[in-house]
């Protein structure tokens, strides 16, 4: 069974830059300026990139790929020697300065590791919700234990 997961799409400054290219865009085109068409095409990749992963339970791979429209790119990893799979939650820091002030956010997120004798793989990160949904079925799928954290 093939599992998919949408794990996100560029930062919201790339996306930011995709929406300033359409605006050039139509306005060139409307002023006649054909060139504008370059700015709309140049834009296509920065709003429709799309990042995820693909676990094929029977091959027992896993495939981390950007993706645009239909095509996936990216290369498959063998998973055969996978141990368990473990949650971890995770808190994140950020911290932003613009002149003379500074501001400092923390978040908590989960994450969803792969454990093989020799490696960790990071599958996946989010809320508590998808994370532990999302783990159950995959663990589910290629029948491995799954580890908690104290505080799921």
């Not at 300033?20 to 060139?28: A, E, L, V, Y």
């Not at 790929?65 to 996936?72: C, S």
């Not at 093989?116 to 793989?121: D, E, Q, V």
């Not at 994370?131 to 799921?152: R, V």
Request: proline share 4%; no cysteine; net charge positive.
């Amino acid at each position: 069974m093939l599992l998919k997961y949408t794990t996100g799409k560029l930062p919201p400054n790339f996306f930011m830059l995709g929406f300033t290219f359409i605006i050039i865009g139509i306005i060139s085109i409307y002023n006649s300026d054909y060139f504008g068409l370059i700015f709309l095409l140049l834009a296509i990749p920065f709003l429709f990139i799309r990042l995820g992963v693909m676990i094929d339970s029977q091959q027992k791979q896993i495939k981390k790929y950007t993706g645009f429209f239909g095509l996936k790119m990216g290369k498959w990893v063998s998973i055969a020697q996978i141990k368990s799979i473990q949650i971890i939650r995770v808190q994140e820091g950020a911290s932003m300065a613009v002149l003379s002030i500074n501001r400092s956010e923390t978040n908590i997120s989960f994450k969803i590791i792969l454990l093989m004798p020799n490696k960790k793989l990071e599958l996946m990160s989010g809320s508590e919700e998808f994370i532990s949904a999302s783990a159950k079925e995959i663990a589910s799928n290629l029948n491995i234990p799954l580890k908690f954290p104290k505080s799921l």
